[in-house]
């Protein structure tokens, strides 16, 4: 019998491990996990960015626990000697329609209590000489390091710990009863007092087999990357961001120095026919029918059919993505950049066809569930984590408060 069961080795799930280590140093916490290595998909596919805060709306989890947890991951960073670079990164208006929008933006920023900087084009230019823009937002605090680092470390600290992992073992099904949750594996049947669900893109599926119905339905977008050829990473100096567009829920495509010297362009955000969808041809029926019988993907799919269509056309022309970043940086050209590996993002949809905004966090009697944690949640993992030991019962209590 253990105190607390993780589902999912992603840097969520180690995180609330590790967090509940550092709670309960006495507790019996296992970590299971479907895959033979940690941290196999979002956090090990995603651009590495640690955020600052800058797009959250003020007042939600995303905004405080980006804050919190941009300074929490570079502490552990420090703390740990895992290499990272806190190098900043420019948000450019390309156009004068985008210059409200980043006014709007950072004002937002203001409310968050970030220090932003208004750049003028001489300014920008100061700092990314290649890019082109009009104006642009300097943000300091934002850095870059490979999360997969980070999983192995914490990895390593619950092992000191006592803490058992378990790879290779799919959750089968999950029981919860007045005093204990059962978790059948392949290979064991684990029982618990308590149990967290951090399963990424398989979270509501978890959440399912727990008994705990809701309106919440993963959808997953890839999100396909290309790499700058070494000579012409001088291009870069950090991370470069266009001015989102608040109609639209992903952040276009941007281009990321990498922790390895590489420099990244993308993500783009095309739908997924297969939930670990990494390839245009990957494609699994189950998971396709689920979201094309899931009413909110088609409200969803035509409220933005205009820049979902831009998104389709970058996924299968390399000349539109490069026209994307020559926006950015002009000197840009299409042999410039070669693709590198994707990822799939597990973004939550309820039936009205939106998305879900925040970190979404549900309670069961001996379970909680986060089925809702895209960008920034690797950033704000560790308060994740702090977050949802705080609100899991101690081990003389016999109920999960959460909210």
């Known amino acids: 019998m253990y105190d607390y069961v993780i589902i999912g080795a992603g840097i969520v799930g180690l995180s609330?491990?590790?967090?509940?280590?550092?709670?309960?140093?006495?507790?019996s916490i296992a970590v299971v996990e479907k895959e033979t290595e940690i941290a196999a998909h979002q956090t090990g596919r995603n651009s590495g960015v640690?955020?600052?805060?800058?797009?959250?709306?003020?007042?939600?989890?995303?905004?405080?626990?980006?804050?919190?947890?941009?300074?929490?991951?570079?502490?552990?960073?420090?703390?740990?000697?895992?290499?990272?670079?806190?190098?900043?990164?420019?948000?450019?208006?390309?156009?004068?329609?985008?210059?409200?929008?980043?006014?709007a933006l950072y004002e937002r920023v203001g409310q968050n209590g970030l220090h932003v900087t208004r750049l003028s084009q001489e300014e920008l230019h100061d700092v990314e000489p290649h890019v082109h823009g009009l104006s642009g937002l300097k943000v300091p605090t934002t850095g870059i390091v490979d999360y997969k680092e980070v999983s192995r470390k914490l990895m390593e600290q619950l092992k000191k710990g006592g803490a058992d992992v378990f790879l290779g073992s799919p959750v089968q099904d999950i029981v919860e009863k007045k005093d204990e949750v059962i978790i059948e594996t392949p290979g064991r049947t684990i029982h618990s007092r308590y149990m967290v669900n951090c399963a990424g893109l398989f979270s509501d599926r978890m959440t399912a087999m727990s008994g705990i119905h809701t309106d919440v339905k993963i959808v997953p977008?890839?999100?396909?990357?290309?790499?700058?050829?070494?000579?012409?990473?001088?291009?870069?100096?950090?991370?470069?961001?266009?001015?989102?567009?608040?109609?639209?829920?992903?952040?276009?495509?941007?281009?990321?120095?990498?922790?390895?010297?590489?420099?990244?362009?993308?993500?783009?955000?095309?739908?997924?026919?297969?939930?670990?969808?990494?390839?245009?041809?990957?494609?699994?029926?189950?998971?396709?029918?689920?979201?094309?019988?899931?009413?909110?993907?088609?409200?969803l799919a035509g409220a933005n059919m205009k820049e979902g269509m831009k998104e389709m056309v970058r996924s299968f022309y390399?000349?539109?993505?490069?026209?994307?970043?020559?926006?950015?940086?002009?000197?840009?050209?299409?042999?410039?950049?070669?693709?590198?590996?994707?990822?799939?993002?597990?973004?939550?949809?309820?039936?009205?066809?939106?998305?879900?905004?925040?970190?979404?966090?549900?309670?069961?009697?001996?379970?909680?569930?986060?089925?809702?944690?895209?960008?920034?949640?690797?950033t704000a993992s560790l308060e994740i984590g702090k977050e949802i030991a705080e609100k899991l019962p101690g081990l003389g209590r016999e109920r999960v408060s959460i909210s």
Not at 22 to 27: Q, W
Not at 223 to 230: M, R, T
Not at 248 to 268: C, E
């Open 318 to 378: 390399k000349e539109s993505f490069v026209k994307s970043l020559q926006r950015l940086v002009p000197e840009i050209n299409a042999e410039d950049i070669v693709p590198t590996d994707a990822g799939v993002r597990a973004q939550a949809m309820l039936k009205n066809g939106k998305l879900v905004d925040d970190f979404y966090i549900i309670p069961g009697k001996r379970t909680v569930h986060v089925c809702n944690a895209p960008s920034p949640a690797a």
């Open 16 to 27: 609330t491990a590790y967090a509940l280590r550092n709670k309960e140093p006495h507790a």
């Open 221 to 299: 977008f890839r999100g396909e990357y290309f790499e700058l050829v070494p000579e012409k990473r001088h291009l870069v100096k950090g991370l470069i961001y266009p001015i989102p567009n608040p109609d639209f829920p992903f952040l276009g495509v941007h281009l990321t120095k990498m922790m390895d010297g590489g420099v990244h362009a993308g993500p783009n955000a095309v739908l997924s026919l297969k939930r670990e969808g990494y390839r245009k041809v990957d494609m699994d029926w189950k998971d396709m029918k689920e979201v094309l019988t899931f009413p909110g993907f088609w409200k």
């Open 50 to 103: 640690i955020h600052s805060g800058v797009y959250y709306k003020p007042g939600s989890l995303k905004a405080r626990m980006a804050v919190q947890g941009r300074n929490s991951m570079v502490k552990f960073c420090e703390e740990h000697e895992i290499p990272h670079d806190v190098c900043g990164k420019v948000l450019v208006a390309t156009e004068p329609e985008e210059l409200p929008r980043m006014e």
